[in-house]
């Protein structure tokens, strides 16, 4: 997969592309039933096809902190793109040139003359452009004109619920892992990389692996049963915690701590994958370290038990 940053480093697709458009935050079922269809009709014209997302996501740049929180950072999103058949991800500064843009001079443009689109795909509330003229019947309408067709994403149900990013969102809110994997057709996940920490969970006799959130809010809250994987290609058990740890700090930079069970390896710097398997628990404030120390004991307990049960399945 090939990725272009922006549109100032898209070259003309001569022979044109299949495209479509989105956040396709979490990359779920509904996101992969379209690159499934788009990847078919790319095959069957025997065409590239080309992904276009946004970078920040049009709500983080209308509502800044108060905007939903993602489901994945654009590093995790890549990964997942370059495991789908998808030719090119083309990511887009969402800035104010951008959403101030002219929807019909974008069409001629970028879709037209830079992508050369034959087919698009698109949510039928899918807006864009100056006061959101840009629309699914605006790009009908030009398609006829610059010979591509345009068609709707449709929508995709699993036991009766429309699968969306919200609807995943609040799923994890809830602690709701199981509802959470249903839609997404995974276990919800976080990447990124061991960094350095404070070393008090080396102390309480608990170790763990820290990977910094660099964001306010994020979907889950608490600690959980997990596993990880990215190390020497094994997958290890723990226990994590995903917030601000209150009885420290409470500072507002979310950190994911993990605590592998039987693990004693140096991993600072690697590129890790956390899987959510199940909440144990919410985030808590200890008045003492022993307490802490104590609860931190009965999370193992449970988590090891959850293990257990999932491994009779």
Known sequence: MKLIRGLTHLEPFEKGCVLTIGNFDGLHLGHLAVIKKLAERGQKLDLPVVVMVFEPQPLEYFLGDNAPSRL???REKVIEFSKLPVNNLLIVSFNRAFANGDAEQFIEDILFKKLNVKYLVIGDDFHFGKARRGNFGLLKEKGKDYGFSVEDTGSCYIEGQRVSSTLIRDALGEGDLAQAKLLLGRNYSICGRIAHGDKRGRTLGYPTANIRMFRKNTPINGVFAVTMTGIEGHEYEGVANVGTRPTFSGGSKVILETHLFDF???????????????????????????????????????????FAEIKKL
Not at 265 to 286: L, S, T
Not at 292 to 301: G, M, P, S, W
């Open 72 to 74: 994945m950072r654009l």
């Open 264 to 306: 004693n390896k140096e991993i600072y710097g690697c590129y890790v994958e956390v899987h959510f398997k199940q909440k144990i628990r919410d985030e808590m404030h200890f008045q003492s370290l022993e307490q802490l120390q104590a609860q931190i004991i009965k999370d193992v307990l449970s988590a090891k038990k959850i």
